[in-house]
T-cell receptor, first 110, second 117 residues
Framework: DAKTTQPNSMESNEEEPVHLPCNHS???????IHWYRQLPSQGPEYVIH???SNVNNRMASLAIAEDRKSSTLILHRATLRDAAVYYC???????????FGQGTELSVKP | NAGVTQTPKFQVLKTGQSMTLQCAQD?????MYWYRQDPGMGLRLIYY???????DKGEVPNGYNVSRLNKREFSLRLESAAPSQTSVYFC????????????????FGEGSWLTVV
């Protein structure tokens, strides 16, 4: 089963870094790790994805463990607009279905 | 650039009524998806279409039918609505899916709020 495990909730202070963990012990060698976030009353939006190497973009960084069984989404300086539910997901290796877990609800305190 | 457009945005149905949620994307994507999200829950995949002319069941297909009308449009039909189908429905699209699908970004619509009374 394509399952990920994330903490239900996390808190951060504004302008501090945030590390959001995800475990995905059943991931296969060809599955990419995707992160999406969902702001209140909106559809999910893409944050970042990666396969083996650490990845950076303007929104975040993604650190992938060497064994690929876990990853961490890093928001370098949290803002109030980063308060959202963050989903770590990966594809099945057949069919490409993206299965979302419960996600981590991130709250950011001013 | 509209991206993924869903209609209607809000709908109230009586138990047993039928309705169709419409979805269209203008990004020339091959794959399209329907998800539902119950209050306080994550998204669950109902059906998806890897390419025009194909559809496959997701995690929670019971009570729904889909039609991939053409490359742009993917509709979700509730034949006989039940209160358990009260949810927010999201349509999404991506360039690819299928075996070997890897890193394509999925784009979501803004959601359709459906209440069945």
């Amino acid at each position: 089963d394509a399952k990920t495990t994330q903490p239900n909730s996390m808190e951060s202070n504004e302008e501090e870094p945030v590390h959001l963990p995800c475990n995905h012990s059943t991931i296969s060698g060809t599955d990419y790790i995707h992160w999406y976030r969902q702001l209140p009353s909106q559809g999910p939006e893409y944050v970042i994805h990666g396969l083996t190497s650490n990845v950076n973009n303007r929104m975040a960084s993604l650190a992938i463990a060497e064994d690929r069984k876990s990853s961490t989404l890093i928001l370098h300086r949290a803002t109030l607009r980063d308060a959202a539910v963050y989903y770590c997901i990966f594809t099945y290796n057949q069919g490409g279905k993206l299965i979302f877990g419960q996600g981590t609800e991130l709250s950011v305190k001013p | 650039n509209a991206g993924v457009t869903q209609t209607p945005k809000f709908q109230v149905l009586k138990t047993g009524q039928s309705m169709t949620l419409q979805c269209a994307q203008d990004m020339n994507h091959n794959s399209m998806y329907w998800y539902r999200q119950d209050p306080g829950m994550g998204l669950r995949l109902i059906y998806y279409s890897a390419s025009e002319g194909t559809t496959d069941k997701g995690e929670v297909p019971n009570g729904y039918n889909v039609s991939r009308l053409n490359k742009r449009e993917f509709s979700l039909r509730l034949e006989s609505a039940a209160p358990s189908q009260t949810s927010v429905y999201f349509c999404a699209s991506s360039e690819f899916s299928g075996i070997g699908f890897s890193g394509n970004t999925i784009y979501f619509g803004e959601g359709s709020w459906l209440t069945v009374v």
